[in-house]
Structure formats: structure tokens, C-alpha cells
């Protein structure tokens, strides 16, 4: 089998900075509560109308591209992970694949809908691709353009203050014989069972079938659509929900599990790590994690505090810093990890 390596990465985020005191002016909260709680003292926003998930994967893997020494031409696959699409369908992968101008070719383009996972699912799937030989230059990316669809209203803050716009991408090829470069072991689970503590619910296809059984706010009329209603509209059910603290309580132990998974995996201790980069969901979560495992500051990559949460883009974004101020070089073990929406969580053991 092949070896799989990360060529080239690169990311874009939006050149619009958010900082907390903007959004005291919008809803009542405050830059001390926020930083407080999750450590975020801005985030970037794209253009409205001018700017899409799309159109940020697109400047993330132009850079991406470059960096691996390669055309667009030559991506042979890809793989665009998001929750936030420009259509509720098609997927953002075709999407990328036009704005590329590479239809021509007509490559295979798969959506991942794992949200905060969304990369580490991505790229685990990646790797069996290149491992099998089935690809030979796949573009994975990570996007998100959360600022479309959050309620910045004192009603939505303890959300809308976590999330901001962004993306990353990676190109994966095979590793050359000799080549120090490889991914060493890809770990995914989930648990389906607390799928509603951290959803976007409506609008959607379910028509009250979860934890709604009474239907209340649905027609009875079989020709009238369920998938948006005007108690959804009314009572203010298009954003997104989240358990903050079920969530933060079930990440800090799935984080280091997954981790630990990874290492073990390859033979590895945590004090062989150069770098752990976790999700940026919260930096709170970061920092019990590290403490978790007795990790060294220098061995955890955050950049949550200028970014925010930005989803499946948090990961590829801070590899790509990484990589950009010389944190990390060639044959460096690195772990990628994530926990979200799903629940899904799972980690990447890579030399880099």
C-alpha cells in the first residue's frame, strides 16, 4: 500500500475583524463574559453577499495547490467538509470544483457533513483513497460561513459569540520512498444518542418527529410543507442550539481519549508530541485537555482567541499557521483532533 502525506496547505479567512466589543453593541453581553468563557477576543466575518462558503474554500485551496507544487488540473478528487453550504443542496464540493474551473475533468467531489469533525473524517477517508492508489493529488477542505445564519441578538449570544468565518485546505499525495512525511493512523467515532445538544434542527425534513411528538406548529394538511413553518419563523427556531455545558463536559473526555487512541496506536507518548492540534471550539477546553495529558504550552496549537469557532475550517486553519510560522517542520508528530455536533470525534497521528 501507499503511504499518505499532506503535500500542500494553505487558508484564507475573511478580512472583516469582529471583536467582542462589536457585538456588545448588537446584544447584551460583554468582552469579559466572553473571553471568560471561551477565550475568543475576535473573530472574522466574510462580506455579505459578496462572500460564500465556496468562495473561501476557493482562496484556501489556490493556496493549498501552489504550496503543493501543483495546478488545479491536477486535483484528481475532492473533498469539501462543512456545515455551513451556499445551498442546503447540491454540496459545496462541485461547487469548489466550478470555481477552480476544473468541471472539464469531471472529478469525483464528496461532501462531509460532520461539522467540527468534518476534517478529520475528511482526511481519514482521504488517506484510504491514496493508500489504495485510487487518487493521486486529493483536495481536502475545510469551510464554514457561519456568520450567515446566527441570531446576534441577546436571544442567540451564548452561540452567535463562539463562531466565525473561514477555511483551510490540505493536497494529499503518496508518500515518495524515503519520504518522512506520512499519516500513521486515522481513530473516528460517534454517538448518536445526544445528536439534538448541538444541532441546527430547522429548518429540516423531520417534521417534528424528534422530540417534538405533538407536532405542534405542523399542518395537518399532507400538501402543506413542514420543512419551514411559520411557528419556526414566529418563535425564532431557524439557529443553531447548543448544551453548552453537557457539550463542554462530554468533550474534555473525549478529547484526551482519542488523543491517547492515536499515540498508542503508533507506539507513541505524549512527550514524543511536537504539536496537538486540537479543534478550536473553545480555548477552556484546550487548556483541560493539555492539562489532561501534562502537554507543554508549546505543544498545543490554539488560535481560537482571533478566529473563534470556525467549525471544520479550525483544524485545516491552524495547520496551515503552523506550517506558515515554522511551529512544525518535516518529520514532526503532529496530532489532529475534534469532538462536535453528532456526536462525532476522532483524531490523525501524522509525521509531517
Avoid at 442567540?156 to 493512523?185: C, H, N, T, Y
Wanted: charged letters at 25%; proline letters at 3%.
Amino acid at each position: 500500500m501507499n503511504r499518505t502525506k499532506i503535500k500542500g496547505v494553505g487558508h484564507y479567512v475573511p478580512e472583516r475583524v469582529v471583536k467582542n466589543t462589536d457585538l456588545e453593541k448588537v446584544m447584551d453581553t460583554s468582552d469579559e463574559w466572553i473571553v471568560e468563557r471561551t477565550g475568543i477576543h475576535e473573530r472574522r466575518f466574510g462580506a455579505r453577499f459578496e462572500e460564500s462558503t465556496t468562495m473561501l474554500a476557493k482562496k484556501a485551496s489556490e493556496k493549498a495547490i501552489a504550496d503543493a507544487g501543483c495546478q488545479p488540473s491536477d486535483i484528481d478528487f475532492i473533498i469539501f467538509a462543512t456545515l455551513s453550504p451556499d445551498y442546503f443542496f447540491p454540496g459545496c464540493g462541485v461547487l469548489l470544483q466550478r470555481e477552480l474551473g476544473i468541471c472539464e475533468t469531471e472529478i469525483g467531489a464528496l461532501d462531509v457533513r460532520n461539522q467540527c469533525s468534518g476534517f478529520v473524517y475528511g482526511l481519514s477517508v482521504a488517506d484510504q483513497f491514496i493508500k489504495t492508489g485510487h487518487y493521486k493529488n486529493i483536495l481536502l477542505v475545510g469551510a464554514e460561513m457561519h456568520s450567515m445564519g446566527l441570531d446576534f441578538t441577546t436571544r442567540g449570544r451564548d452561540v452567535s459569540v463562539i463562531f466565525g468565518d473561514g477555511a483551510g485546505a490540505v493536497v494529499l499525495q503518496p508518500a515518495d520512498k524515503g519520504d518522512s512525511s506520512e499519516i500513521l493512523s486515522s481513530h473516528l467515532h460517534a454517538d448518536g444518542r445526544h445528536a439534538e445538544e448541538l444541532a441546527f434542527i430547522n429548518p429540516g425534513c423531520h417534521g417534528g418527529v424528534h422530540g417534538n411528538k405533538d407536532k405542534q406548529g405542523y399542518s395537518d394538511n399532507e400538501w402543506d410543507s413542514i420543512f419551514v413553518t411559520q411557528k419556526m419563523l414566529d418563535d425564532h427556531l431557524l439557529f443553531p442550539y447548543m448544551n453548552g455545558q453537557f457539550v463542554f463536559k462530554t468533550a474534555v473526555k473525549k478529547f484526551p481519549e482519542v488523543i491517547t487512541k492515536a499515540l498508542k496506536s503508533a507506539g507513541k507518548s505524549p512527550d514524543e508530541l511536537k504539536l496537538v492540534i486540537p479543534h478550536q471550539a473553545n480555548l477552556r477546553i484546550s487548556q483541560f485537555v493539555q492539562k489532561l495529558l501534562r502537554l507543554r504550552d508549546d505543544q498545543v496549537y490554539s488560535n481560537i482567541q482571533k478566529y473563534g469557532n470556525t467549525t471544520a475550517a479550525s483544524i485545516p486553519i491552524a495547520l496551515s499557521e503552523a506550517v506558515e510560522q515554522g511551529v512544525v517542520q518535516r518529520g514532526d508528530l503532529v496530532c489532529l483532533a475534534a469532538f462536535g455536533s453528532g456526536f462525532t470525534w476522532g483524531s490523525v497521528l501524522l509525521h509531517w
